[in-house]
Structures are given as structure tokens and as C-alpha cells.
């Protein structure tokens, strides 16, 4: 098995334990050195807010899945689980959908009503289009996921 192979395998399973969890995968790395592995995965709830009981517990839900299935040698592996933290960038939707009604600053890739960056709180957002009402103006504006370089969480 490659491990592009592996990798894909291993982040199903841990996207389905968290999900079984009702937990969402942020994100799962996966980085090898010589014999070490190591894998960081980033979870959150579908609103927001994990907590550490539910790490450890998601912690432990995949160590005991990749033990059973035995996907790394006896060498071992090392797994790291946290929460994507306050000062993390919003790129996509579900990013911007666990910040519903908080403050963000978005940078755009093009201008958008004539200007690349917005400070505003999440309205809505679907797959294509975050609504914002701008702290500045108190206008709605809708902006396209696309166009969105990156968000921050205005803390």
C-alpha cells in the first residue's frame, strides 16, 4: 500500500470517528520521518467549542482504531488531537459556518462592491457565499467563497 493509500484510508477512518462522535474533522496531517509517524488531527464541533473531554475521547477512539487495524509497524506512531484554536484561518465554509453571529475579518482574492477586505459578523453561508453585516456600515454584503484568501476570527 502507498501511503497516499494509507493516508486516505487512515483519514476515513478518522473522519468517521469523529463524526460518529459528533465531532467535525478540521484537519488531519500526517507526517513521516525515517520510522516515525506522526499525526496531527484538528477537530471541532459543527457550532464551535470542543472541549477537552471530547479530544481525549476522540483521542482515544483513534488509537484504538488504528491499533486494531494495525496500520503502522511495531515502531509506533504518535497522535496528536486538539481543537483548531481562536487565531486559526477561516478558508471554507464549514469554517465559517462554526462562527455563525461572531465577528470576522475577511481578505479577498479580488475586490468585492470595491474593496478586498470586510470586518463583519457571519450572517449565513452556504458552499458558495458567506453574508456578512459589516461592523462599519451595518450593511449585508454576500461574499464569494472563492474569493476569500483568508478569515480571522475578530477576537
Not at 459528533?22 to 513521516?32: G, H, M, Q, W, Y
Not at 467563497?145 to 475578530?154: A, D, H, M, S, W
Request: charged residues 25%.
Amino acid at each position: 500500500m502507498t501511503p497516499q493509500e494509507q493516508q486516505k484510508i487512515i483519514y476515513k477512518k478518522i473522519d468517521g470517528i469523529a463524526q460518529s462522535l459528533n465531532l467535525e474533522l478540521v484537519e488531519l496531517k500526517i507526517a513521516t520521518h525515517q520510522k516515525d509517524v506522526m499525526i496531527q488531527v484538528l477537530a471541532d464541533k459543527p457550532r464551535g467549542g470542543i472541549g477537552i473531554e471530547e479530544c481525549t475521547l476522540l483521542n482515544r477512539s483513534i488509537v484504538e482504531a488504528i491499533d486494531k487495524e494495525a496500520f503502522f509497524s511495531e515502531d509506533g506512531y504518535s497522535l496528536e488531537v486538539s481543537s483548531p484554536g481562536l487565531d486559526r484561518p477561516l478558508v471554507t465554509f464549514r469554517d465559517f459556518s462554526r462562527n455563525i453571529n461572531l465577528e470576522v475579518r475577511v481578505l479577498l482574492k479580488e475586490k468585492v462592491l470595491g474593496k478586498g477586505e470586510y470586518v463583519g459578523v457571519v450572517k449565513s453561508v452556504t458552499e458558495d457565499v458567506l453574508t456578512l453585516l459589516t461592523t462599519k456600515e451595518q450593511k449585508e454584503i454576500n461574499v464569494p467563497i472563492n474569493l476569500i484568501q483568508q478569515g480571522l476570527l475578530v477576537i
